[in-house]
């Protein structure tokens, strides 16, 4: 078992720093390339999220990055203190956005929910949003790392 | 990201490299918008996704947004040779339908 806790300032150049890091913590699992893809993928989509959404029109905030490894499955949270979502239940349906008019796909959560094996989310509006979701790896194809 | 871009005969093709995401995407999304608006009346304009090391669902928003503006011109969209991270998410969002991926 491993740990790691990062916390980084909202901004999108972060985001890159974020899916890299989680990524690099993940190779001792031996991963395949697919799957160290859709990890990265996953918490992109999830860092996005805290930054367009969670801290939109608060100038800003904090986001906290913990992953665990266990066994064969990493673990990763993504939580936000900004303004939570409204409906978790609307947020979830694929297509669905709240900024259409910024080309915003509405497939975060639909990505994040088929990439990884395990999803969660949980929000209070005014208080923030903490996603937590599971991937075990060596469940597809052969390993290649 | 970058972005390059050639011309042949009725077609466009823009070859985008890089990552793709939402810290990236404002610049290659003038610059798509003006080679578009540039080249309007050509028939079609073709997506080159080899270079792409990386994209998430801004990406499905980029190729949309894009793809409404060719629309306007009466210009069709297609993607070619995406990785194969790009092209899972291309897949699971039913892009594949309006801008079809092919082999060019």
Redesign the interface.
């Known amino acids: 078992m491993n740990e790691m806790i990062l916390k980084f300032p909202a901004r999108?150049?972060n985001?890159?720093f974020a899916?890299n890091a989680v990524a690099a913590f993940a190779l001792p699992l031996e991963p395949s390339?697919?799957e160290l893809?859709?990890v990265?993928?996953a918490v992109?989509?999830a860092v996005?999220n805290c930054?367009?959404h969670g801290y939109r029109g608060k100038g800003g905030g904090w986001i906290t990055l913990t992953c665990r490894t266990e066994g064969d499955a990493l673990t990763v949270e993504v939580s936000d203190e900004g303004r939570g979502i409204a409906d978790i239940g609307m947020a979830l349906e694929p297509f669905f956005t709240t900024a259409p008019s910024?080309?915003?796909?509405g497939?975060?959560f639909?990505?994040m929910q088929?990439?990884m094996t395990d999803f969660r989310v949980e929000s209070e509006e005014g208080a923030g949003t903490k996603v937590t979701m599971t991937k075990r790896f060596g469940q597809g194809q052969a390993n290649v790392g | 990201m970058n972005l390059q871009w050639s011309r042949r005969g009725e077609d466009l093709y823009l070859y985008l490299s890089g990552?793709l995401?939402?810290?990236s995407v404002s610049d290659v999304?003038a610059r798509a918008d003006r080679l578009i608006d540039e080249n309007a009346g050509l028939s079609r304009a073709v997506f080159n996704l080899a270079g792409l090391k990386?994209?998430?669902?801004?990406g499905?928003?980029?190729l949309?947004?894009r793809y409404k503006r060719l629309k306007r011109y009466g210009m069709g969209m297609y993607l070619a040779h995406p990785e194969?991270?790009a092209d899972?998410?291309l897949a699971?969002?039913g892009l594949y339908s309006i801008m079809p991926k092919i082999q060019e």
């Open positions: 999108s150049e985001e890159v899916r390339l697919s893809s859709d990265k993928t992109s989509e996005t930054i367009v910024e080309e915003r796909s497939m975060g639909t990505i088929t990439f | 990552e995401d939402e810290h999304r990386f994209m998430d669902s801004t499905i928003g980029f949309i947004g194969a991270g899972k998410i699971l969002s």
